[in-house]
């Protein structure tokens, strides 16, 4: 391993903050920070191909949802050149949208993403949401 390899290991760790900040912030405009324009998201069956389908994505689970919280830990990464891929582990909780709503959803899960250097930057190329389990009320998960 040499010193640009950390480097950018800890860029795409800021990435993957960064891709919880947007989702917990709402911040659907800084998407593009972390996914490459052609990048492709998967969850299950559904995949979301491009920033403008992936940004839907979201929006469709957290855009009408109440506060939320995307926990990161156990991440590893491991660059090849302009190639990386990397691995995390996900706690997701999320509550409902009204004051007085206790109700509550959480998932828990691993992101698995490959990566590729831009001018701009590392961004994922691929994207994959890997099941854990799940607790609570999945109604709290809304459009918006």
């Known amino acids: 391993m040499n010193l ?3 480097l950018d290991e800890r860029e795409i760790q800021h990435r993957l903050v960064g891709f919880t900040q947007c989702l917990d912030r709402r911040e659907w405009g800084r998407l593009g920070e972390v996914f490459a324009p052609d990048a492709l998201a998967v969850y299950g069956e559904h995949r979301a191909s491009g920033l403008e389908a ?4 979201f929006r469709a689970f957290l855009g009408g949802c109440g506060p939320s919280q995307h926990l990161l830990g156990n991440i590893e ?3 090849e050149g302009n190639a990386a891929c990397s691995f995390a582990s996900v706690c997701a909780s999320h509550r409902a949208a009204g004051k007085q709503d206790a109700r509550e959803f959480i ?3 691993n992101y ?3 990566w590729v250097r831009l001018p701009t930057g590392w961004r994922i190329q691929r994207w994959e949401w890997q099941n854990g389990w799940f607790s609570g009320d999945y109604s709290v998960l809304q459009p918006g």
């Open 54 to 57: 992936i940004e839907q994505h």
């Open 4 to 6: 640009q390899d950390l």
């Open 112 to 114: 698995h993403a490959t």
């Open 77 to 79: 990464i491991q660059v």
């Open 107 to 109: 998932a828990r899960g």
